[in-house]
């Protein structure tokens, strides 16, 4: 299994912050190891190899996940916590879940 985590890169050159909250997750839970490559969405390039892979893909948001099964299959996780959940069998905190679904659904808001 290859993985790849396409990471968004802002205009000054620091990753966008749900980027960086997202490797130093990985990081923090010993899993950073397993990630075979870290590709920039740099918003400085449009060329870039992580625009390219997401226009490949069809995904329109940073960071997202690239799992190649060992049969050659790519499987796209938009979903950090769901990416967690299927390829590591780790489970993201209740609050992880909840910013995460609130950030992918904007219209959403707490009663």
Known sequence: MNIIVVQKIKRDGQPCAKSAKVLGDLNSRGL??????????????????G???AAQFQVEAAPFFLVERDGGDIQVYEAYARFLKEVFQQEPSEAEEIAEMMAQNPDLDFI
Do not use: F, K, T
Not at 32 to 49: C, F, K, M
């Open 51 to 53: 625009y390219e892979l």
């Open 32 to 49: 950073l190891p397993q990630i075979h490559r870290i590709v920039a969405a740099d918003e400085g390039d449009p060329d870039s190899e």
